[in-house]
């Protein structure tokens, strides 16, 4: 074995997902597909207007599937916009790299969550950049090699066509 092998890391692999625009039986069946042992859930609050995303429902879930479930509250995005402020995802990013500046604990943890076993990190938005997600996991990178495979290919709604007269209202 070389000195650089030997000093070298081995690469971290994740899963970053999230449940908008997904049913509960999709995102599980997702997940099994993927290998996935663990799902991380980032949310600073593990709950949803959407019943079967909030944390027992969730747990209940994956756990048919074979799928464990740990919510890491302390990785949450504390920020929240005033109602009807609009907030840039730029904005909130910066405010997310705020909190994990003065709370550096929760990079370390994610990253020894991802090396205990395969694990999805989980929260709201579809899209991996628009989250804050990408903030934890670019911190997580900053501090040991890793790969993130996304799964953020949540198939778009059909264009609404304008009902003629002959459609159902």
Not at 35 to 43: S, W
Request: charged share 25%; hydrophobic share 40%.
């Amino acid at each position: 074995m070389t000195t650089k092998q030997k000093n070298s890391k081995p690469k971290l692999t994740c899963i970053s997902i999230g449940y908008q625009g997904r049913k509960v039986q999709d995102l599980c069946a997702e997940l099994k597909t993927h290998g996935v042992e663990l799902l991380l859930d980032v949310r600073q609050a593990a709950w949803s207007h959407r019943p079967e995303f909030r944390k027992q429902a969730l747990a209940a879930a994956l756990a048919k599937h074979g799928v464990a479930y740990l919510h890491m509250r302390e990785a949450g995005n504390p920020f929240r916009p005033r109602k009807g402020e609009a907030v840039s995802i730029a904005e909130c990013a910066k405010h997310y790299r705020k909190h994990l500046a003065t709370t550096p604990d929760v990079v370390l943890s994610v990253a020894a969550t991802l090396r205990s076993q395969t694990t999805a990190v989980f929260c709201f938005e579809a899209q991996h950049e628009h989250c804050h997600r990408s903030v934890l996991l670019a911190a997580v990178a900053a501090q040991d090699p890793l790969q993130v495979d996304r799964l953020d290919g949540v198939s778009k709604p059909a264009v609404a066509r304008p009902k003629g007269r002959n459609q159902a209202r």
